[in-house]
Nanobody, 122 residues
Framework: VQLQASGGGLVQAGGSLRLSCTASGRTFSSYNMGWFRQAPGKERDFVAVISASGGTTRYADSVKGRFTISRDNAKNTVYLQMNSLEREDTAVYYC????????????????WGQGTQVTVSS
């Protein structure tokens, strides 16, 4: 599985962005999909995860109520809608697929996209 993330950019605090992650291959609909982020000098942190069917989602406390993860299995794409962005959301955002074990641990994911930069200015 190859993952291609896009949609990052520069936005003012309070603004919105929508990230997309498109997967190659015919097994996308069988994978739980996650979003993580990594700020300079920090570890890669869990942001959100969505089950293969899209019926279950989980969020980090820091983004709950502001970010929404969704997926379109017909398009092999998972999205991260980010609203009310804050400077603290500035990071490289990564999509990941097929966790084995805890969905909150980046080390458990088998496949990763290349990352897309999100910069929030004040």
């Amino acid at each position: 599985v190859q993952l291609q993330a896009s949609g990052g950019g520069l936005v003012q605090a309070g603004g919105s962005l929508r990230l997309s992650c498109t997967a190659s291959g015919r097994t996308f609909s069988s994978y739980n999909m996650g979003w993580f982020r990594q700020a300079p000098g920090k570890e890669r942190d869990f942001v959100a995860v969505i089950s293969a069917s899209g019926g279950t989602t989980r969020y980090a406390d820091s983004v709950k109520g502001r970010f929404t993860i969704s997926r379109d299995n017909a398009k092999n794409t998972v999205y991260l809608q980010m609203n009310s962005l804050e400077r603290e959301d500035t990071a490289v955002y990564y999509c990941a697929a097929d966790p084995n074990g805890s969905v909150y641990a980046p080390g458990n994911y088998a496949y990763w996209g290349q990352g897309t930069q999100v910069t929030v200015s004040s």
